[in-house]
């Protein structure tokens, strides 16, 4: 279709409806194949052709960064799984700069941590939070911040965020499932089609269900999808998300990805016919929805996901008064008569919620 007779202010208006949905570079690159007259405003063409060559520049020094500190690891012994958008990037869309990533993300064993975060440190990364040494279950990820201008680097040991919802093993299997990746500018590992998929059916429905859905994400699992045909592959994968109490996440991702991907093969596409949500799942679901506003379902939450009696209670106690590497959003200085005052601050910004 001819475009509409749009003023370079009323395009403008459209790209700033887009910017928080990651789709720049993919905009830039479906345009390419366009008649003339089907693309909007030349200035506006251009625009995202400049988006389309800086994400291409970032996803290489990307790939360079991410090559580095997976030959490290591997040079320790340690197997990695690379999650997310770089990996996506070079798994499932024609072109890496397609799929940009704020930072990189790594799945290790639960117990590779301690050397992993030791090799990345002789790399010149420094983790100031250290949260695998505060809690192995409130966090799930150790953030490190990298030398140079390096994307920030999570290091992940579980897959479920803090509520411990996916059954023990889980990490395991993922990792002994993982697929090759070999781009030309990367050589690592990547979950298999259909571990990728179940993660970030939690991920971005069950994790970022507050924020609303996003174009780039709801992309990302249409190109998976499209990875899978084998109908036994997704009946595995239906029977899993019941497991792992996300049935609900992942048919709301494949009812948005069939905006781009079209339906699931024959005798899937009815979702009533689906196994039903366990019953905790259906719980936690409920106070999903409102754990960005509410301290209460945000508390629950993060309770029940912690395991025993006395990992409770150590979540409690550093709810009450978090460890001082925990406090840096909330200090002014690094005066120690502000370390207290950063503790009223944090509690006048839960009370407002409550």
Same mark, same amino acid.
């Given at each position: ?29 479906? =345009? ?9 405003? =030349? ?42 958008? @770089? ?7 024609? #072109? ?6 704020? #930072? ?26 250290? *949260? ?14 990298? @030398? ?24 395991? *299997?993922? &990792? !002994? ?60 994968? &239906? ?12 048919? =709301? ?36 929805? !409102? ?31 978090? +460890?001082? +590497? ?13 370390? @207290? &005052? ?13």
């Amino acid at each position: 279709m001819p475009a509409p007779a749009l003023s370079p202010e009323a395009w403008q208006g459209f790209l700033d409806v887009l910017r928080l949905h990651g789709v720049y570079p993919l905009m830039a690159y479906r =345009l390419r194949v366009w008649p003339a007259d089907c693309r909007p405003l =030349l200035e506006v063409v251009d625009y995202l052709n400049r988006i389309f060559l800086y994400a291409a520049a970032r996803s290489m020094r990307a790939g360079r960064q991410i090559q580095a500190v997976v030959d490290a690891l591997e040079a320790a012994g340690i197997e990695s799984v690379l999650l997310k958008g @770089p990996a996506l990037a070079r798994t499932v869309y024609p #072109d890496p700069a397609l799929r940009q990533s704020v #930072d990189i993300d790594l799945l290790v064993r639960p117990g590779d941590v301690l050397a992993a975060e030791s090799v990345l440190e002789g790399l010149g990364y420094v983790s100031p939070k250290k *949260e695998f040494h505060v809690s192995q279950h409130e966090f799930h990820h150790q953030v490190f911040e990298a @030398p140079g201008d390096g994307m920030p680097l999570e290091l992940h040991w579980a897959l479920d965020t803090e509520f411990d919802m996916f059954p023990e093993g889980w990490v395991e *299997e993922v &990792i !002994t499932r993982r697929i090759p990746i070999r781009a030309d500018d990367l050589l690592c590992h990547a979950p298999s089609h259909a571990d990728h998929l179940l993660f970030l059916a939690f991920h971005n429905v069950f994790v970022h269900r507050s924020e609303g859905a996003r174009l780039d994400r709801i992309f990302d699992t249409a190109q998976v999808m499209a990875q899978m045909s084998d109908e036994e592959d997704w009946q595995t994968l &239906i029977d899993r998300s019941v497991e792992h109490h996300i049935r609900i996440p992942l048919e =709301l991702t494949a009812v948005s990805a069939a905006l781009w991907g079209g339906p699931l093969p024959d005798g899937f596409e009815n979702y009533a016919a689906w196994p039903t949500p366990s019953e905790r799942e259906t719980t936690l679901w409920k106070y999903s929805a !409102t754990r960005k506003g509410s301290v209460y379902s945000w508390l629950y939450l993060m309770v029940q996901g912690q395991p025993g009696v006395v990992e409770k209670f150590r979540f409690g106690y550093r709810f009450v008064v978090p +460890p001082t +590497p925990m406090m840096g959003k909330f200090r002014r200085s690094d005066s120690p008569i502000d370390l @207290p &005052i950063a503790h009223l601050r944090r509690w006048f910004s839960i009370v407002k919620y409550i």
